[in-house]
């Protein structure tokens, strides 16, 4: 077999055998099928799609590129949530202990933030002391000590994907769903959780920007999971405002401590709770506690202690700040008609929340706190928002992120609702 017939078949619209993807994965990730290749055969598939056998066999062929986690041994069920990302997006960090408190184990492997999205590991980084770097021994104990164990993926875990995925963010082939959803569930399904809840988000904010983009990536992806005998559920959730009221790494930890002290903003606890509900329902706890009396009566705070306790940092640390504030203003009395979530993604990573390359640092006190969201009541010149950052040098570009973004009129605009619908397997 050679690379060039394999991308000759996917350019001409044909389909790619078993033993053609089987081949090229192992070859891409044993070097002999060079990256100029594999981003001609990225492109062809991104351009003319991969059925669900290819779609199955693609993910199947990543997993076994590497090794693949077992927990079987554990006396009680594992669960897994994944979000293919958003604006303010800090729902892992109340969820992994709200799930561990009502009676599952929750080993999930997390990421770094690229772009304007933020990414979990960024946001525990903020906390002093607290290390994503875990061996497959220290991952088991921190699960067995404190129930929930967030993250980094080692080296050992689909490294095709790894691969690939690195190379899809040069050449322009990230957006493409069999790619997207290969990626997603090589990594879920070699983590080894028993079952799996995808928060496919939609909106501005998110990869995918409409209702029914986002539905054909959640039912690829419900389908790959089940298939791969891990019960997976997906919930389409809103992206076109932002979550909660605080954006970046140590402002979304101080909200999600709010949330597990029986506070915080209603759309962060609500999707908690749901997200909650699903995971315990897919790993079949039930009935055990619910999850917003866990959130209630301390016993998920005290999970979240454990977790973070275990992996070396200190819950009770006084997190970062940025050294510098800007506060903008409502420019009129009336209601919050708009908030746009890429806007303010994009304005927080300006501030330094995010990256522009995977080595660069991020700073950890950087972002916005809102203090109005969609259909709030506003008075001419209240604060809006308040941009966080090290340096009064970064402001200038954040406000023209947010030039536009945002509107004060006599009533709301249409939104998303936050949980727009739920796909499970046919
Ligand atoms: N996240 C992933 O892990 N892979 C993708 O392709 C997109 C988002």
Known sequence: ?????????????????????DWVIDAYTGGAVADEQMSALAMAILL???????????????????ERMDWSLLDRPTADKHSTGGVGDKI??????????CGAYVPQLSGR???????????????????????????????RAAGAVVCAAGSGLAPADK?????????????????????IMSKKIAEGTGSLVLDVKVGSGAFMKTVPA?????????????????????????????????????LEVEESVEVLSGGGPADVVELTVRLAREMLAAAGVSPG??????????????????????????????????AETLTVQAPSSGVLARLDAYAVGLAAWRLGAGRARKEDPVSFGAGIVLHAKPGDLVRDGQPLMTLHADETSRFDRALEA?????????????????????????
């Open 402 to 426: 947010l030039e536009g973004a945002y509107a004060v009129g006599p009533a709301a605009e249409e939104h998303l609702p936050l949980v727009i619908d739920r796909v499970t397997a046919p």
């Open 92 to 101: 892992t960090l109340p969820l992994a202990p709200v799930v561990a408190a």
């Open 214 to 250: 986002a539905r054909e990536l959640a039912e690829t992806m419900v389908a790959l999971g089940t298939d791969a005998g891990v019960r997976t559920v997906a919930l389409l959730t809103a992206m076109d405002r932002p979550l909660g009221r605080a954006v970046g790494n140590a």
């Open 289 to 322: 506690k619910d999850p917003a009396k866990a959130l209630e009566d301390g016993s998920a705070m005290d999970a979240w202690r454990r977790m973070i306790s275990a992996q070396g940092g200190d819950p009770d640390a006084v997190l970062p700040r940025a």
């Open 48 to 66: 003319n799609g991969m059925n669900r056998r290819e779609i199955a066999d693609w993910t199947q062929a990543m997993i076994r590129s590497g």
């Open 163 to 183: 691969k690939l995925y690195a190379l899809r963010d040069v050449t322009g082939t990230v957006e493409s769903i069999p790619l997207i959803a290969s990626s």
């Open 113 to 143: 933030g690229l772009g304007h999205t933020g990414g979990t590991l960024d946001k525990l980084e903020s906390i002093p002391g607290w290390r994503a770097s875990l061996s497959n021994d220290e991952m088991l104990g921190v699960l």
């Open 1 to 21: 077999m050679d690379a060039i017939e394999v991308i000759r078949a996917k350019r001409d619209r044909g389909e790619l055998s078993t033993a053609q993807i």
